[in-house]
């Protein structure tokens, strides 16, 4: 599936970033932003689950749906692609992983460092000061019956504790969105993995790597526009491919 000049030149990349999105998640079964709109969620307006207004409109609703998606990921576990990115470690001098997913599989399959450019459902803060509230540890009971959960309460100010995500309407934090933009600047290889590459800006940074003259490469089973952009596309399941990859390095290490 690979060749060797393509394995040799990315044994012989300085700085390798891995960007990632939706689909990365997928084979542990987290489902897609608007996939996760089901079920009792499913007539909802994803305005209403993700936005300032909606979260002050209706608290309860918003920070169950929240909870709820964060429930998921913690009976989660990395997959395959997840444990195999930790592993390209090994054989690249710097690694750097940029993630739209809110999640925490890449840290859980061993990487460190990883920007998080929609934010995180472990990170939440208060709405009105934005002093971090630390979760009580543990997989909390399924609240019974409706999903909706009053937030918690800032033990600062007593505001309201909203979920660490970039909702609509709210710009990136600069700090990740600064680290991510030169990461994909400096690397001399940048891999776009499970991402329709759509959704703005964080859609600029595979260009813009390749701009600075890097090599993208795509792993996704279906088109997207980056098709045509990509030095190398994988279609297929980042599960699958990673870990081929890794072993095939490893190979000729
Ligand atoms: N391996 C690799 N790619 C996969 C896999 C898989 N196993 N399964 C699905 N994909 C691909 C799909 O083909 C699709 O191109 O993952 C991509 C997921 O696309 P989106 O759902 O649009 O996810 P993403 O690109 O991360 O969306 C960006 O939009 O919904 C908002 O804020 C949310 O962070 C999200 C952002």
Known sequence: MFTEDFLLGLLRAKHIVVFTGAGMSAESGIPTFRDAQT???????????????????????????????????????????????????????????????????????????????????????????????TFPVGIPDEPAGSRRLEPPNCSLCNGPIRPGVVWFGEPLSSTDWNTAEKAAMECDVFFSIGTSSLVWPASQLPERAVLHGAKLIQINPTPTPLDSKAHYHFKGNVGEIMPALVTSLAEIF
Not at 51 to 74: C, D, I, T
Not at 83 to 112: F, K, P
Request: aromatic share 10%; glycine share 8%; proline share 5%.
């Open 39 to 133: 079920g009792l969620w499913e007539h909802y307006d994803p305005h209403v689950l993700a936005s300032p207004s909606g979260f002050l409109a209706n608290k309860a609703l918003v920070w169950g749906w929240y909870e709820w998606r964060r429930m998921q990921v913690l009976k989660a576990e990395p997959n395959a692609g997840h444990l195999a990115i930790a592993d390209l470690m090994s054989y690249s001098e710097r690694l750097t992983v940029i993630t739209q997913n809110v999640d925490d599989l890449h840290e859980r399959a061993g990487n460190r460092g990883v920007t998080h450019l929609h934010g995180s459902l472990h990170k939440p803060r208060c709405f009105d000061c934005g002093s971090p509230y």
